[in-house]
């Protein structure tokens, strides 16, 4: 599924495509609106969209997509005249539905001429379109057309453009005075939040005056005699002060604010320059500002010791797909249900009292998102209750509560995250009062003591209504460094589940603080629904009564690792069962823990002792300094005082197997395998390299076995070898990667800790591992890192179920197809000069024909091994499903299942040169 930021860049390209489009409706109407549902991630015809539909009784609709939404295309030249084709494309609305068939008009209406859009909502608004805007603004607007996503759309009129801007100039004027130790990197802080506030107060009229300008517009003039120290600072200082009653002159007319924000009044001096660049920061339209989008962007830059701006922000349309679930939704079904204005009431109370909290609200996006939708939602109840008392003739009632600012709760480790989350909610706060009514003043600003700087798995969780948010990514593996020994001891002790990917332990406590009914929506890294992240993570929240009811089991999020993220809502101990679920934007029938339809589940595979000790993880140097360059290893290598090539050795790692044209080692290693060191004296210049570049290192070392020796790998991969012996080649294949690619290796290479070894010499054991069987079913138990495939011997290969029993023609026929598949695949490598993935990405898109029918081939012979149809061989989703079936049946003794037994007895005897029968 597509992020929000993955649909905007598509259509930065689309526009590119089409901005100079100067042709006809008819002649490329249907390209123009097949590649505009590309751009949001789907299919035109998989959504259901028609084009040149008759179900209309005033013509042809040039795509409808039925009950939501209408698409009338004009040609470019008629951009300046839409308004004179309204009409026809609301005929088209009034005039599809058909009660008889029951099919409701279309929700939205859209009308195109390639370079501007017109959208609206007859059924609400029928006089005037919801938004109009050109196609070069298409991607700052693409939230307005996520119907074509399968998803709500949603409108308002920030300026994302603007926001970014603004937040770089404060960002700018931020490490100015940083750079030149304007005052404390705190006090500069503080004082960047504090003028923030003042530009967006001042352009809502909250502070009377515009006192800031003022004051800029006088430092710009006099700054080198009169002092931003003071007089800023005096500012500040007044708006601190509830009993300031000697406010004159630039002062006149300002009000207390509130202690939150200006109880520290920040105290900066300016130069002349810097007054005049704050100046025309506050002469931004502040209140086009997206607070979701500054806010992330201001927290990049004011909790970063570099002071640099962050560059990216979570889009309002993922942060909704926690949101809507988790609150919207559940609250908008109770409200349409409502009958009577004194039920209308009794809800609206109960809305007022609903406490929401996200317990890793950094810049507070979240929370932000969520304060303006249940403002809507309160919006639209009071309009419910209107509605009813009008219909019933009843008096329609006033001094209606609303939903207060203060039940937006929050959590972070953070200072300045929490700082930056409470002028959002006030920049929300104010912004909502404009769009939907009165609520709290807002001044004195609402206090916000409701957002506390705590650590969240440490801190005691506020009651609470819901909960949602965006926990911390950061990977078992990096844990320990980032947060020491004693952290993770702690972490291990209190949840009991080990060390695992951080975000878990916030899926854990999240289910463990609400209480039955309640509801929670959280974004994790996607390995919370696969492997050992998943029993300790969602396996945990539907074993005790945890069901899920919306999710998107990937899509990348925001920042320069580009993680894949999973977003799961679910609901506790419901008093009902659930009758909807929504899966990756599609209706299904339940969603498993794994993130899959029910059915589909492969989480009960258990380990098959046969298949034991024959898939490794290559062993772990723990130093660079056993990797050694090509010139050392040939200098190593051509030395007459012993034979190198024992612990010389080229270093395969999984970048070779995937980019190397041949598939062979660009590295080389030095390994002494398990020698004592008195072995390891027998080759004494490669042992130097290892005593100076590793052992310094290693002396340091927390293990007293990776002390003490140093001239060892530290994971050394015992069994592997032990299993390697003797065999005249072995497979290998990349640990992480787009495919699960494999080769060939000889005895001499040496694979890394980045590769998966499988002790195989024969040609049926490479088909087998090379088929779509064997990968159909890796990528079911794998877990992912992005999108690519995290490939596991305890999880994929230790429950694999081969084929058993197998005739010696069956065998023959894969070893076959996988003997003319390499060489077909080797052949094009070395012409063309490229590695495995190039090849295999343009076989993708059709090349290599020939290639692709040898795979099929491959995959049809492995099918027959197991009985299975032709058609099947491509079908990986039944694939799955039926070796999960044999796994069950073998791991409970149903099934016989002894597949290497003859091809090892075969090989035993070759090795003895004795006949086989």
Request: glycine content about 6%; charged content about 25%.
């Amino acid at each position: 599924m597509r992020s929000g930021e993955q649909i905007r860049s598509a259509l930065v390209k689309f526009v590119g495509r089409w901005q100079t489009y100067a042709g006809t409706e008819r002649s490329e109407a249907q390209t123009f609106l097949n590649e505009l549902f590309e751009c949001y991630g789907r299919n035109r015809k998989d959504a259901g969209a028609l084009f040149e539909d008759a179900h209309s009784s005033t013509g042809i609709m040039d795509l409808h997509l039925p009950g939501l939404l209408i698409v009338e295309m004009k040609a470019p030249k008629e951009t300046t005249r839409l308004d004179q084709h309204r009409k026809q494309a609301l005929d088209y609305w009034h005039n599809s539905a058909d009660v008889s068939v029951g099919r409701p008009a279309p929700q939205f209406v859209v009308l195109c001429s390639f370079h501007r859009f017109e959208i609206w909502e007859p059924g609400q608004y029928p006089n005037a379109p919801l938004m109009a805007f050109d196609l070069t603004e298409l991607p700052d607007r693409y939230e307005s057309l996520m119907v074509l996503a399968g998803d709500e759309p949603v409108f308002h009129h920030s300026n994302r453009e603007l926001t970014k801007a603004a937040a770089i100039s404060v960002a700018r004027i931020y490490q100015d005075l940083l750079d030149r130790e304007a005052a404390p990197p705190e006090s500069i802080q503080r004082f960047i939040l504090q003028m923030v506030w003042l530009f967006f107060a001042e352009d809502y009229g909250m502070v009377e005056g515009r006192p800031t300008e003022q004051t800029l517009q006088f430092l710009t003039k006099h700054g080198d005699t009169w002092s931003s120290y003071l007089m800023l600072g005096g500012l500040f200082t007044s708006l601190n002060d509830p009993n300031d009653h000697g406010r004159q002159g630039v002062l006149k007319g300002t009000q207390y604010v509130n202690g939150d924000l200006f109880n520290q009044p920040a105290l900066v001096h300016l130069t002349t320059d810097e007054a005049r660049e704050l100046l025309r920061i506050a002469e931004y339209n502040w209140k086009q500002v997206d607070p979701t989008i500054f806010g992330s962007l201001i927290e990049g830059f004011l909790s970063s010791d570099r002071g640099v701006l962050g560059a990216h922000y979570t889009h309002e349309i993922d942060i909704l797909k926690i949101v809507r679930p988790t609150i919207v939704k559940p609250w908008r079904a109770r409200i349409d249900a409502v009958t009577t204005p004194d039920e209308g009431i009794v809800l609206l109370e109960e809305l007022s009292r609903f406490r929401v909290l996200d317990p890793a609200c950094g810049c507070g996006n979240f929370l932000y998102v969520a304060y303006r939708e249940l403002r809507h939602l309160e919006y639209t109840l009071k309009a419910r209750i209107t509605e009813l008392a009008k219909s019933s003739g009843l008096p329609v009632p006033t001094g209606l509560p609303y939903f207060p600012l203060a039940n937006m709760q929050g959590i972070d480790i953070v200072p300045m995250a929490t700082a930056v989350a409470r002028v959002t909610l006030w920049m929300g706060h104010r912004q909502m009062i404009e769009k939907y009514g009165a609520a709290e003043p807002p001044l004195p600003l609402v206090s916000l003591g409701s957002i506390r700087t705590q650590d969240a798995l440490r801190a005691a969780w506020p009651e609470t209504d819901c909960i949602v948010g965006n926990p911390p990514f950061l990977g078992s593996q990096y844990m320990r460094e980032a947060h020491g020994d004693d952290y993770l001891k702690w972490l291990s002790n209190t949840f009991g589940v080990g060390i695992k990917d951080f975000c878990v332990y916030w899926f854990r406590r999240a289910h463990q603080h609400l209480k039955p009914g309640q509801r929670a929506g959280l974004v994790g890294t996607n390995s919370i629904s696969q492997n050992r992240a998943r029993s300790a993570s969602l396996e945990y929240v539907t074993a005790n009564g945890g069901v899920i009811t919306e999710a998107v089991s990937s899509q990348t999020w925001p920042g320069e690792a580009k993680v894949h993220v999973s977003l799961v809502n679910w609901v506790k101990s419901p008093s009902e069962p659930p009758t909807e679920f929504i899966l990756d934007n599609e209706p299904v029938s339940g969603i498993t823990a794994e993130l899959k339809v029910p059915g589909f589940s492969t989480a009960e595979a258990l380990p098959l002792l046969a298949n034991k000790g024959r898939c490794f993880q290559g062993p772990i140097p723990v130093g660079d300094g056993f990797i050694i360059t090509e010139q050392e290893a040939s200098r190593l290598l051509a030395a007459k005082e012993a034979t190198y090539r024992d612990v010389v050795r080229p270093y395969l790692v999984g970048d070779d197997i995937a980019d190397e044209p041949t598939q062979r080692p660009r590295r080389w290693v030095i390994d002494f395998a398990q020698r004592p060191l008195e072995a390891a004296m027998k080759y004494p210049a490669a042992l130097q390299i290892v005593r100076e570049r590793v052992k310094p290192l290693r002396d340091g070392n927390s293990r007293k076995s990776r002390r003490e020796k140093w001239w060892l790998f530290g994971e050394q991969a015992v069994g592997m070898r032990a299993a390697l012996a003797g065999l005249p080649r072995y497979i290998a294949a990349g640990r992480v990667g787009k495919r699960l690619l494999l080769t060939w290796c000889d005895p001499w290479t040496c694979p890394s800790d980045l590769v998966y070894v499988f002790a195989f010499d024969d040609d049926y054991s490479m088909g087998m591992l090379s088929s779509s069987a064997h990968s159909a079913w890796a990528w079911s138990q794998s877990s992912t890192f992005k999108r690519d495939i995290r490939y596991t011997p305890t999880s994929a290969f230790l429950p694999f179920p081969w084929p058993y029993p197998v005739t010696d023609e069956q065998r023959e026929r894969v070893a076959e197809a996988s003997r003319r598949m390499i060489a077909r695949r080797q052949e094009i490598c070395a012409e063309q000069q490229f590695g495995l993935t190039r090849l295999y990405n343009l076989a993708d898109e059709g090349a290599y024909t020939d290639l692709s029918k040898l795979h099929r081939e491959l995959d049809e012979a492995v099918a027959a091994c197991y009985g299975w149809p032709k058609a099947m061989a491509q079908d990986k989703d039944e694939i799955a499903q039926r070796l999960l079936s044999l796994n069950a049946e073998i791991a409970v003794g149903q099934r016989s299942y002894d597949p290497f037994a003859a091809r090892d007895g075969k090989a035993v005897a070759q090795q003895l040169g004795l006949p086989m029968s």
